[in-house]
């Protein structure tokens, strides 16, 4: 069965620290990759996706980025970290076979504060 | 700008009732909806679809409706159970990568 890993759980960094969030998937090959971003009150935000190794497509501009250095690996980074990049980051898969009508499988989730 | 909205931040309702939660779109090519239910701190989870085909999904005790000419959409939970207090999002797509248009979300509450 396919699983899905994110870590760390929570992390509190200072403002313009660097920032290295990874997720990595279990149990599937090829999978498309999606980081999402839930800000509080707000819904889910797509943030990165990636439908193979070093192939990432950017939603929103901002100051975080994403790589994909091995086919199972996704990782949201950031050089500066702001306020505003507080939140609750969910790393998503799904099998990327049936295009937009495949089910995304979430991750458990990194709450991140930035102080 | 959102093109997936839930209108209603919460509901309440009673063990055994019926939860009705809504779920509005924009985008008239959405072609694939789903909903998701997540618990604190934990990520959401896939709850039932929809294809654009179809006006009505049923699996258990979870029916997904669509109405195409409304842009609208609509998830019944009967009879709701205590467990099924959570965020729910209702989600869209019409791309073949597979990118969703998420609602901000409802947060239902179960009450005894």
């Known amino acids: 069965s396919q699983t899905i890993h994110q870590w760390p759980a929570t992390l509190v960094q200072p403002v313009g620290s660097p920032l290295s969030l990874e997720c990595t998937v279990e149990g599937t090959s090829n999978p498309n990759l999606y980081w999402y971003r839930q800000a509080a009150g707000r819904g889910l935000q797509l943030l990165f996706y990636s439908v193979g190794i070093g192939q990432i497509s950017s939603e929103v501009p901002q100051n975080l980025s994403a790589s994909r250095p091995q086919d199972r690996q996704f990782i949201l980074s950031s050089k500066k970290l702001l306020l505003s990049d507080s939140g609750f980051y969910l790393c998503a898969w799904s099998a990327g076979t049936s295009g937009g009508s495949d089910t995304q499988y979430f991750g458990p989730g990194t709450r991140l504060t930035v102080l | 700008d959102q093109q997936v909205k839930q209108n209603s931040p919460s509901l309440s309702v009673q063990e055994g009732r019926i939860s009705i939660l809504n779920c509005d779109y924009t985008n008239s090519m959405f072609d694939y909806f789903l909903w998701y239910k997540k618990y604190p701190a934990e990520g959401p989870t896939f709850l039932i679809s929809?294809?654009?085909?179809?006006d009505k999904n049923e699996d258990g005790r979870f029916t997904v409706f669509l109405n195409k000419s409304a842009k609208h959409l609509s998830l019944h939970i009967v009879p709701s159970q205590p467990g099924d207090s959570a965020v729910y999002f209702c989600a869209a797509t019409l791309d073949s990568w597979g990118k969703f248009q998420f609602g901000a979300g409802t947060q239902v509450v179960v009450t005894p």
């Open positions: 929809i294809s654009s085909i179809k």
